[in-house]
């Protein structure tokens, strides 16, 4: 099962910031959160990933909470592109990795 | 560079049949995972292939077995197949020895069991 609850859908304008929230309040000390996206008909597409401090990348930033139980997605400025299903995930970094995915957000960016 | 690619991109069989789907990784990568992904769900882990060898597992039967290559390529075979079984089946590359920071997804073969 996912380790991870995120809620089923959000909607956000075109041009506006979207934030797209995750609980894991089981996560364990070796365990980094991951944000992958998957857009109609492809296969998933790693978007970022962090293990306590905030994370910036040029697709998107990731803010996580001081005690490590939820996080929080954002993308600055969303365009039509960005809609697509946005997954969540606990994994640690190392190793035999499996990425155990959830239902993710389905996000739409609307004109 | 090439990135994952997967063969076919769509396929139909009949059930009890049996099906191979391809996957070769991202130039550099050396190891495989296989997902399968239900219309509606999110992919669910099926197993990782790494030097060759079935490193990991998730829930699935022995009809699913797989075979990694020396050359990092690697098969998923299902035999007598289902109707639960028509689904999106994915293949995702990564490198090993630095961690698995991300893994790269191919686009898919699309199976469809009548």
């Given at each position: 099962d996912a380790k991870t609850t995120q809620p089923p859908s959000m909607d956000c304008a075109e041009g506006r910031a979207a934030n797209l929230p995750c609980n894991h309040s089981t996560i364990s000390g070796n365990e980094y959160?991951?944000?992958?996206?998957?857009?109609?008909?492809?296969?998933?597409?790693?978007?970022?990933?962090g293990l306590k401090n905030?994370?910036?990348?040029?697709?998107?930033?990731?803010?996580?909470?001081e005690d490590r139980k939820s996080s929080t997605l954002i993308l600055p400025h969303a365009t039509l592109r960005d809609t697509a299903v946005y997954y969540c995930i606990v994994s640690i970094i190392q190793g035999a990795q499996k990425l155990v995915f959830g239902q993710g957000t389905r996000l739409t960016i609307n004109p | 560079d090439a990135?994952?690619?997967?063969?076919?991109?769509?396929?139909?069989?009949?059930?009890?049949?049996?099906?191979?789907?391809?996957?070769?990784?991202?130039?550099?990568?050396?190891?495989?995972?296989?997902?399968?992904?239900?219309?509606?769900?999110?992919?669910?882990?099926?197993?990782q292939y790494y030097e060759e060898e079935e490193r990991q597992r998730g829930n699935?039967?022995?009809?699913?077995?797989?075979?990694?290559?020396?050359?990092?390529?690697?098969?998923?075979n299902v035999n007598a197949l289902l109707l639960g079984d028509s689904a999106l089946y994915l293949?995702?590359?990564?490198?090993?020895p630095e961690g698995t920071y991300e893994q790269y997804f191919g686009p898919g073969t699309r199976l469809t069991v009548t």
């Open positions: 959160v991951y944000w992958y996206r998957q857009i109609h008909s492809q296969g998933p597409q790693y978007i970022i990933h905030n994370e910036t990348n040029e697709m998107a930033s990731l803010i996580i909470t | 990135g994952v690619t997967q063969s076919p991109t769509h396929l139909i069989k009949t059930r009890g049949q049996q099906v191979t789907l391809r996957c070769s990784p991202k130039s550099g990568h050396d190891t495989v995972s296989w997902y399968q992904q239900a219309l509606g769900q999110g992919p669910q882990f099926i197993f699935f039967p022995d009809r699913f077995s797989g075979h990694q290559f020396p050359n990092y390529s690697s098969e998923l293949c995702a590359s990564s490198f090993s």
